[in-house]
């Protein structure tokens, strides 16, 4: 158990529907990323934040978006939902941030979009 | 840019050693990682290169030539239990992502 914790585990949805996502870090970690992964993908970088505020920025989706706040809990919103956004959502934490951090991976989270 | 490359399946023995290789092209390295991913779970880290040559950690071990852009990952005493992804990552310091992940290589350990 990393201690990274993702809400809901699975998700089953329609097309056009809007979903949020939900991540709450380790203890004393700063910064949260997103991931998704598709079964014939690997992983893909969605967005990073540290302390509240975006910090790197992947391959995400005008239709994605994501915050994190005061408590540092963070939230993925995925809107006008397609058949090709079912996939599994990590979110992963770290200490800080910076290009010597491990990032910590939660349960992730699974949708489907039928 | 960053391109990784892993074999994508590879097979071996109960009680073998499995070698699983990693190679890359990034402009601004600054790390490699390890991860384990068993099917519709969370990757965990396993080892963190920065610096040529071998970090072992129990039957585990990463090995890492910055001149090659190569890295491998050693995994020794195969146990029915290590049958899962495991992906390489490598930091790159001059674009967007903070880590870049492989597609990873699925491993299966048989009997």
């Known amino acids: 158990d990393s201690g990274v914790t993702q809400t809901p585990k699975h998700l089953i949805t329609a097309t056009g529907q809007r979903v949020t996502l939900r991540c709450s870090p380790r203890?004393?970690?700063?910064?949260v990323y997103w991931y998704q992964q598709s079964l014939d993908q690997g992983l893909q970088f969605l967005i990073q934040y540290y302390n509240g505020e975006e910090r790197a920025k992947g391959n995400i989706l005008e239709r994605f978006s994501a915050q994190q706040f005061p408590d540092l809990h963070s939230e993925l919103n995925l809107s006008s939902l397609e058949l090709g956004d079912s996939a599994l959502y990590f979110c992963a934490t770290s200490l800080a941030g910076g290009p010597t951090d491990t990032q910590y991976f939660g349960p992730g989270t699974r949708l489907t979009v039928l | 840019g960053q391109n990784i490359d892993q074999p994508t399946e590879m097979t071996a023995t109960e009680g073998a050693i499995v070698q699983i290789n990693c190679t890359y092209q990034?402009?601004?390295?600054?790390?490699l990682f390890w991860y384990q991913q068993h099917a519709g779970e969370a990757p965990t880290f396993l080892s963190y290169n920065v610096l040529d040559g071998l970090e072992e950690k129990g039957r585990f071990s990463s090995f890492l030539s910055r001149s090659k852009g190569y890295s491998y990952l050693l995994l020794k005493e195969l146990q029915m239990k290590d049958s899962a992804s495991y992906l390489c990552a490598v930091r790159d310091l001059s674009g967007n992502t903070p880590l870049v992940f492989g597609k990873g290589t699925r491993l299966s350990v048989i009997a």
């Open positions: 990034t402009s601004g390295f600054n790390g």
């Open positions: 203890s004393g970690d700063l910064s």
